[in-house]
């Protein structure tokens, strides 16, 4: 069993409210990803982390942000929900490799925002 | 940039029928690929994967080859069950370990 764990597992929240999606590992990764997937169920990736102070954007715009202060722990926040963030967000950590190392997936946070 | 193409589904099979999920690939280099299944409210887990040509990865059953030639990864399992009904991702990563996927296939077996 996987050892990453995200938090909530779903939330409904108002328009405009601050949120922090929490996502912890406790593998010692130093990659760690998150995705947000929509209905469809088609993952785009928004934000990776090759290791502690290193955070990049994905291939999807996102108005999230992330921070890594610590190695086990890649939360996401937005500042200002909005319905169009109604998504399901999926994190996951993988070994240092060469892009040949198994990610490890938390079960996702379902947020809608109403 | 580098690109991943499943077919769409759903593909609806029959208990004991064999399978087969196309995915072909664009990259640049020598990718790793990877077939990642998700199951209802759950995250992805790995299902199989190839770290280079030829090579074939398996597991439960099913089974996936890497072809540089067609740049393919087709998933093939021989007799599916029902509880093989989830979704499927092909994915890839390269040097960067960018871990790109598919669009998924969902998979729905009928007894």
């Known amino acids: 069993e996987a050892d990453i764990y995200q938090t909530p597992r779903y939330l409904v929240i108002g328009t405009g409210k601050k949120i922090t999606l929490e996502c912890s590992q406790t593998?010692?990764?130093?990659?760690m990803y998150w995705y947000q997937q929509d209905p469809g169920m088609e993952l785009h990736l928004i934000h990776y982390s090759y290791g502690v102070n290193s955070t990049e954007k994905g291939d999807l715009s996102s108005e999230s942000t992330v921070s890594r202060i610590r190695t086990e722990h890649f939360p996401l926040t937005l500042e200002s929900a909005r319905p169009s963030h109604t998504s399901q967000y999926l994190c996951?950590?993988?070994?240092?490799?060469?892009?040949?190392?198994?990610?490890?997936f938390g079960q996702g946070t379902r947020l809608t925002v109403v | 940039g580098n690109s991943v193409t499943q077919m769409e589904g759903p593909v609806t099979l029959s208990e004991e029928a064999f399978l087969t999920i196309n995915c072909t690939y664009t990259?640049?280099?020598?990718?790793?690929l990877f077939w990642y299944v998700q199951y209802p409210g759950e995250g992805l887990q790995l299902l199989l994967k190839?770290?280079?040509?030829?090579d074939k990865g398996s597991n439960k059953g099913f089974e996936a080859t890497y072809r540089k030639e067609t740049t393919s990864f087709h998933l093939e399992k021989g007799s599916v069950q029902v509880s093989d009904s989830a979704v499927y991702f092909c994915?890839?990563?390269?040097?960067?370990?960018?871990?790109?996927f598919g669009t998924g296939t969902r998979l729905q077996v009928f007894p």
């Open positions: 994915a890839l990563s390269d040097w960067s370990d960018k871990l790109i």
């Open positions: 190839a770290t280079k040509a030829d």
């Open positions: 996951a950590s993988r070994e240092h490799g060469q892009g040949n190392t198994e990610a490890f």
């Open positions: 990259a640049t280099g020598y990718p790793s």
């Open positions: 593998m010692g990764h130093d990659k």
